[in-house]
């Protein structure tokens, strides 16, 4: 299984970014999804996850500003940063809770990371 990220960058504050997770490879189901971040010097931290229904969480710091949705039929992940800050900058990644047979149980898996700058 493979996540393959994109859509980071550099942007001003007050702008949007898209970022994107596409997972590929041999699995049967795909549970929570989501995004982490981790700042330099900073622990990696839960940005947003989605359920395969739908049920979404997001960091207290995010609310409001981003939104993660998710497409079964492709199995994607996305994240749409409105309103971004100069503390948002980090590297983002993307993660997967993944079934590989279905004798198999959930594991986690996750994407490379993509760079968020955000200059004030």
């Known amino acids: 299984v493979q996540l393959q990220a994109s859509g980071g960058g550099l942007v001003q504050a007050g702008g949007s970014l898209r970022l994107s997770c596409n997972a590929k490879g041999s699995f049967v189901s795909i549970n929570v999804m989501g995004w982490y971040r981790q700042a330099p010097g900073k622990q990696r931290e839960l940005v947003a996850d989605?359920?395969?229904?739908?049920?979404?969480k997001y960091a207290d710091s995010v609310k409001g500003r981003f939104t993660i949705s998710r497409d079964n039929t492709d199995y994607t992940v996305n994240l749409q940063m409105n309103s971004l800050k100069s503390e948002d900058t980090a590297d983002y990644y993307c993660m997967a809770a993944v079934r590989s047979t279905w004798k198999m149980p959930f594991r986690d898996y996750w994407g490379p990371g993509t760079q968020v700058t955000v200059s004030s």
């Open positions: 989605i359920s395969y229904g739908g049920s979404t």
